[in-house]
């Protein structure tokens, strides 16, 4: 069963540092990686995919990267904002596209102080 | 933003009553999902669908029941709820299947079994 792990927990970190993300998940027969951000109360919004066959996706800020043979992923955030603040999530879907869904880590709760 | 609407945001309900969520969508996407967010556990999969009247088990189905008679309402039915039923919960909508497929979710619904 596939399971996928996201280090740190938590992270405090000041505004303007530049931060990573871990996340790593135990089958590497994956579909493709998500990172999804919660903020307090709402829903998950997707942030950057990236397909088995990638290396690694841009989004301003943002850069996911993914290493499927190790099973590890880092989201990094470049010079952090307090707007950031927020709830980080990982998602694996498996080899065979199969409609079942996302496997999600625990996720990473992100705070940026001003 | 994804059209995904949940209804009711939020709910207090008795032991033993049954609750009905639904999940509404604008986006006519083929696949619709159910999962429920708990401390400690992340996001779980209960029941997921891929067409009208086509649904399947995920993770955590026991004590959930699921109906899709129309393309945009997927419903979830808590038979009899329980205290441990308490989570929040949210719907997602994907396209089709695929590597470079996203998944979209709703704002979620809290529900409260007391």
């Known amino acids: 069963k596939q399971e996928v792990t996201q280090i740190p927990a938590a992270l405090s970190v000041p505004e303007g540092e530049n931060l990573v993300l871990n996340c790593s998940f135990t089958?590497?027969?994956?579909?493709?990686l998500q990172w999804f951000r919660q903020d307090p109360g709402k829903g998950l919004t997707s942030l950057l995919l990236i397909q088995s066959s990638q290396r690694e996706q841009t989004s301003g800020r943002l850069n996911a990267s993914l290493d499927k043979s190790s099973g590890r992923s880092t989201l990094y955030i470049a010079a952090s904002q307090p707007g950031d603040s927020a709830t980080y999530l990982c998602?694996?879907?498996?080899w065979g596209g199969g409609a079942d869904g996302l496997t999600f880590g625990k996720g990473t709760h992100l705070i940026i102080q001003p | 933003d994804a059209g995904i609407t949940q209804s009711p945001r939020h709910k207090v309900t008795e032991t033993g009553t049954p609750v009905t969520l639904r999940c509404h969508q604008t986006e006519n996407h083929r696949y619709m999902y159910w999962y429920r967010q708990d401390p400690g556990h992340g996001l779980r999969l209960i029941h997921y669908s891929y067409g009208v009247k086509d649904t399947d088990k995920g993770e955590v189905s026991d004590g959930y029941s699921v109906s899709r008679s129309k393309t945009e309402d997927f419903l979830l039915t808590l038979e009899s709820a329980t205290s441990s039923q308490t989570s929040v919960y949210f719907c997602?909508?994907?396209?089709?299947?695929?590597?470079?497929?996203?998944?979209?979710f709703g704002e979620g619904s809290w529900l409260t079994v007391v």
């Open positions: 998602a694996v879907s498996e």
């Open positions: 089958d590497s027969a994956i579909y493709n």
């Open positions: 997602a909508i994907s396209e089709q299947l695929g590597p470079g497929n996203t998944i979209y």
